[in-house]
């Protein structure tokens, strides 16, 4: 299903000069792996700065993959959904369509994929929903009350409900420069 999904998503990337190229991050060329390198390790520190402060994050964080995970330089890393809780995490413009187009699936189908974009790397890694998510990603019905008034009264657009196990939740993002 992967290799499906992202098939169709490549055959339907613009071309270099309309736009980013969307492809499997083992892909880009050599000139690029610096970038994607220091993009990848931009995603592991904020996802295990995420996981010590709030326990979420990165659910596979441990001791090992965490240990010597700092921010990286020059790297913008966000985090970003097709169903915003926060519409300050609106995907940037390279991602926006493969946001959109894995919305709804499960995370195991959906591959991590890199976006030459010339000067810059762009570079998305999946968030699968896991137990600890559905405190608040569940269907709005099955929250518990208090949750849902404190989501109702912070996010009043949240469109971040209804997740189940196993549900793409949405990215963590990168954006290196090429150097």
Same mark, same amino acid.
């Given at each position: ?11 339907a990337a ?6 980013p190229?969307l492809?499997?991050?083992a892909?880009?060329? @050599?000139?690029l ?7 990848e390790?931009?995603?592991r @520190? =904020? ?5 010590r402060r ?9 001791a090992?993959?965490?240990?010597g995970a700092?921010p990286v330089?020059?790297?913008e ?14 995907p940037p413009?390279? =991602?926006? @369509?493969?946001?959109?187009a894995?919305?709804?699936?499960k995370?195991?189908?959906?591959p991590a994929v ?5 000067d810059?790397v762009?570079?998305?890694?999946p ?5 600890r998510?559905? @405190?608040?990603?569940a269907p ?10 404190w989501?109702?009264?912070a996010?009043p657009?949240?469109?971040?409900l ?8 949405g990215f ?8």
């Open positions: 299903m992967r290799t499906a999904l992202l098939a169709a998503l490549l055959l613009p071309e270099p000069r309309m736009g190229r492809q499997p991050p892909e880009l060329p @050599a000139a792996q610096p970038a994607l390198h220091r993009a390790e931009a995603i @520190a =904020a996802a295990c700065e995420a996981e709030f326990g979420e994050g990165d659910p596979d964080a441990n090992s993959h965490c240990q700092a330089r020059g790297v890393v966000g985090r970003t959904s097709a169903r915003l809780r926060n519409p300050g995490n609106a413009r390279w =991602a926006r @369509a493969y946001v959109a894995t919305d709804g699936r995370a195991a189908d959906v890199a976006f030459d974009l010339g810059r762009g570079l998305l890694r968030v699968e929903i896991r137990k998510c559905l @405190a608040c990603h709005r019905q099955e929250l518990d009350e208090d949750t849902r008034d989501l109702a009264s996010y657009r949240d469109r971040a209804g997740y189940a196990l196993g549900d793409l939740r963590w993002w990168a954006e290196a420069p090429a150097r």
